[in-house]
C-alpha cells in the first residue's frame, strides 16, 4: 500500500515531532493549521532549491523574447519560465548568463536550460523528501508552537540530517553526470 503524501499530512508529521494534535487541513481554524499554512509554500520551495531533485527538474529550450538586453550587456533576452525556481545548469557550460527580473541574459542563441521548478504536487515528492520537508516545517513554527529555543535547536539539527538523507536517496534514482566535455579535455585522452 502507498501513502498519500500532501501537506496536510507533512504538516501533521511537523506536528507530531513538536508533540502537538494533528490537523485535517491547511485552512482548519485553529493555530497549529494556521502556522503550517502561513508556512508551508516557503518552506517547501527553500528545500526545492536546495538540491536538484528528480521529480522536480526540466529541461526546455528558451525562445528569445527580445534582441538585445536594455542594459546593454548582453545579446538575447529569454522569458524564464512561470515554475522556474533555479538554473541547474545551461546547455553550453561555457556561456555566460545572468538573471533579472524574471528574464535570462545571455549572448547565444537558442539556450537549453535544465531548472529546478516550483513542483507544488506532493503526489511526485519522494518519501524521503516529504519526511525532510516535515522537519523544515517544524523548525519554522517550533518557538511559535511550543516557546522553546532548545526545541527549535532540535528541529533543526532534525531537518540537516534527515535533507543529507534525502539527497543522498534522491541522487540514487539517476545515472551520475560525467564530466563536461570540450576540446580542451578531449585532447587529455
Given at each position: ?115 529546478l521548478f516550483e513542483n507544488s504536487n506532493p ?67
Amino acid at each position: 500500500m502507498t501513502l498519500a503524501i500532501s501537506a496536510v499530512s507533512i504538516s501533521n508529521m511537523a506536528l507530531v515531532k513538536l508533540g502537538q494534535e494533528p490537523i485535517s487541513s491547511l485552512s482548519q481554524d485553529t493555530k497549529n493549521a494556521r502556522l503550517c499554512n502561513a508556512v508551508f509554500e516557503m518552506c517547501r520551495n527553500e528545500v526545492l532549491e536546495g538540491h536538484p531533485w528528480y521529480f522536480a527538474t526540466k529541461t526546455v529550450e528558451l525562445a528569445s523574447v527580445a534582441v538585445a538586453d536594455p542594459n546593454g550587456e548582453f545579446q538575447y533576452v529569454y522569458q524564464l519560465p512561470a515554475d522556474f525556481l533555479k538554473i541547474i545548469y545551461v546547455d553550453d557550460w561555457k556561456q555566460t548568463f545572468e538573471i533579472r527580473d524574471g528574464y535570462l541574459m545571455c549572448d547565444e542563441e537558442p539556450v537549453k536550460l535544465k531548472y529546478l521548478f516550483e513542483n507544488s504536487n506532493p503526489g511526485t515528492w519522494s518519501y524521503s523528501f516529504a519526511q525532510c520537508l516535515s522537519w523544515r516545517v517544524a523548525a519554522e513554527i517550533s518557538y511559535a508552537v511550543t516557546t522553546s529555543n532548545t526545541v527549535a535547536t532540535t528541529m533543526i539539527a532534525g531537518f540537516d540530517m534527515s535533507l543529507k538523507s534525502a539527497r543522498y536517496n534522491d541522487s540514487h534514482k539517476r545515472s551520475p553526470e560525467g564530466p563536461i566535455a570540450d576540446s580542451f579535455i578531449d585532447v587529455r585522452y
